[in-house]
């Protein structure tokens, strides 16, 4: 059984603590994101976790299923749909519909929540979910590629995108070229612009700290850059969260992460060997900096310089 409580704070004191849903016993709770998903201005619920096979036999145990995490939506409901759909509550509390809707099935890590196309909803970036026989079939059989191609399933990574009337979801897919990594659990990936041409590229965090650069070319045709790993000097340290920021205002964001290990945490920064900024020019073309004229010109000599900045904190 999942429960899920919520507390209510209000200025004169806490309300009390008061379960919100329930779900079936085939589901476990790992992870609860509470925004906007549906863009009406109410704060809705998104609950990841893990299904359960139905055991068989009289002796059959339920097994989780393998690298499953399902993503569902409890939407909020206004006090007009209460009756029919809420769990009970008195007037002036929030509500929830008891139905989760399921809006994406994810393979391995947990998708992460983010406005990938900048329209102000929020969509799902993770790795859509393929059963053991579809991953070993598009392994092995060349025809179940084409396939999947050609019904447009072979891609390995989704967003779901609220449709903002309160609707439901839509399902775009990004394709790409070759297969994506496997990603990290949790993972820090990201939607940052890495070529300079002002359109957002994705940052794939990939298992053992190795990461995946892909280029988008304006229409959503993402096209793998590289691939690299982070290197860590000491087999104890730990990688936290990879962030984006143009820490040495050259116009180029760079990447910088804590590493922690059982004595110490550091930041390291690795800066992005890219054209910069130019200092003193306004207007013009130039080679070896950035003039106002080519602030979102597209430069792909672009990499990660891992002669990497270390600072103790
Ligand atoms: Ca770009
Ligand atoms: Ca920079």
Known sequence: MATLKIDGFSKKEIEQSRKIIEDGDRFECENVVAADFMNRGMVDLMVMGSVYKKATG??????????LVVARIFRQINHKGRAAMSTKSTEGEVAFKEQGDI????????????????????????????SENEMDNL???????????????????S????????????????????????????HFSSVVDLNGDCVPDIFLH??????????NDGKSNFTLYSRNKISLSNSNDEIGQISFADI????????????CNDKECRLEIVYNNQLPLCKNSYSGFSKECRTLAQV??????????????????
Not at 58 to 67: L, P, T, V
Request: net charge negative; proline share 2%.
């Open 159 to 186: 967003t779901a995108t609220s449709t903002g009337d309160g609707t439901g979801f839509i399902h775009e897919y990004i394709e790409g070229e070759t297969k994506f990594c496997e990603l990290a659990q949790p």
């Open 58 to 67: 009289i002796f059959g145990r339920e097994e989780k299923i393998k690298d």
């Open 206 to 215: 990939c298992v053992d700290n190795t990461f995946e650069l892909w280029l």
């Open 139 to 157: 392994e092995q059989d060349q025809a179940a590629q084409k396939r999947q191609k050609e019904s447009g399933s072979s891609v390995f990574y």
């Open 103 to 130: 809006v994406g099935m994810f393979r391995g890590a947990q998708p992460m929540v983010l406005d990938f196309n900048g329209n102000r909803q929020l969509d799902l970036l993770g790795k859509k979910y393929m």
């Open 296 to 313: 979102c010109m597209q430069n792909n000599k672009f990499s990660f310089d891992f002669e990497k900045v270390s600072l103790v904190v």
């Open 248 to 259: 040495n205002a050259d116009g180029s964001l760079d990447m910088v992460y804590p590493v």
